[in-house]
Nanobody, 119 residues
């Protein structure tokens, strides 16, 4: 199994910054990619950013140029640096990992961390 623990959410004013972190643990052989998704109230869960073990990144259109995803492969940890935050960035942010564990390829989700941007 793979467990994900997120940290770093909170309340920030528009234009401010926050940094989210997510650590994967469990019987992990390797992690293929990690990333972040978010879900605002009443909306579907959307891609924020993903990063592969090789460092290739993919961003949702609404965060390009403002958010940066990074990863520490040795620690199976992913970070999301969020700058120039807007009220529309308010959502629950979920960490996601695609990992190989016990001979299986698994997709795991964190419990979510709330990010609230006040205008």
């Amino acid at each position: 199994q793979v467990q994900l623990v997120e940290s770093g959410g909170g309340l920030v004013q528009a234009g401010g910054s926050l940094r989210l972190s997510c650590a994967a643990s469990g019987s992990i052989f390797s992690v293929n990619y990690m990333g972040w998704y978010r879900q605002a109230l009443g909306n579907k869960r959307d891609l924020v950013a993903t990063i592969t073990s090789g460092g290739s990144t993919n961003y949702g259109d609404s965060v390009k140029g403002r958010f940066t995803i990074s990863r520490d492969n040795a620690k199976n940890t992913v970070h999301l640096e969020m700058n120039s935050l807007k009220s529309e960035d308010t959502a629950v942010y979920y960490c996601n990992a695609d990992a190989n564990s016990g001979g299986l390829r698994l997709r795991a989700w964190g419990q979510g961390t709330q990010v609230t941007v006040s205008s």
